[in-house]
């Protein structure tokens, strides 16, 4: 059932196909916000997720754009306010996540900082015309507690991208917040989607129960953990918070370090 905590806002989540994105679209839209699901490649995947919305009473459609393409970034904005109206909710969730470090190939950071961090500034400039004028807008972009130093091999270049995403809100929310705007982040730990789930099933079993054991919980996120906090962000309730990082993690205690 539909609530109304978002109703009357229209909210743009890209990388909403599947997992964490998937999860942020369908909260939105069954707390009353219209929602347009982002896609890159996955169009059936997306057309469930606004299958769900709508058949839980909600308003959904789908747009495909890869948010690496600033052209194509702009040409969905723009067909969002045209066929909503208006954008007050920007959730930033589309990345991807390649392996490596710096004795690898400098090419693995070059794609994922086009998706990871171009990505969601051509997304939050495209929509500011918007958000400005109206003098009203949330953003949300999604992070990574990979950003903040836990001991996890083989991550460093993307956590260097959602660092960036931590200083880029961070910056924003300084620069946006007389026009009404707030800009946060949320960064999870390991959650269950399909991009973390794809291993062989004993490798995966082994993992899972290492990062549980690890967890102050004693569980990893699932991404409806993720999609709570995101809501609560993107609803007038966080009117007063901007510039913040949120860990969703459990309880993750294999930090290298929290100094940052």
Known sequence: MVSDSLRGRVALVTGASRGIGAAIATKLGLSGARVVCNYSRSGEAASRVVSRIVEGGGEAIAIRADVSSKVEVEAMVEKVVETFGRLDILVNNAGILIRGGVLDDISILD??????????????????????????????????????????????????????????????????????????????????????????????????????????????????????????????????????????????????????
């Open 111 to 260: 794609r994922m900082f086009e998706v990871n961090v171009k990505g969601v500034i051509y997304c939050i400039a495209a929509s500011l015309k918007h958000m400005m004028r109206q003098r009203y807008g949330r953003i949300v972009n999604i992070a990574s507690i990979a950003a903040f130093g836990t001991t996890s091999r083989n991550t460093t270049y993307y956590a260097m991208t959602k660092g960036a995403i931590i200083t880029l809100t961070k910056r924003l929310a300084f620069e946006l917040g007389e026009y009404g705007i707030t800009v946060n982040a949320v960064a999870p730990g390991f959650t269950k989607t399909d991009m973390t789930m794809n291993r062989p099933a004993e490798e995966l079993q082994a993992a899972i129960r290492h990062l549980e054991s690890i967890t102050s919980l004693r569980r990893v996120g699932e991404p409806e953990d993720i999609a709570e906090v995101v809501a609560f962000l993107a609803s007038d309730r966080a009117g007063f918070i901007t510039g913040q990082v949120i860990s969703v993690d459990g309880g993750r205690m294999d930090f290298f370090s929290r100094s940052a």
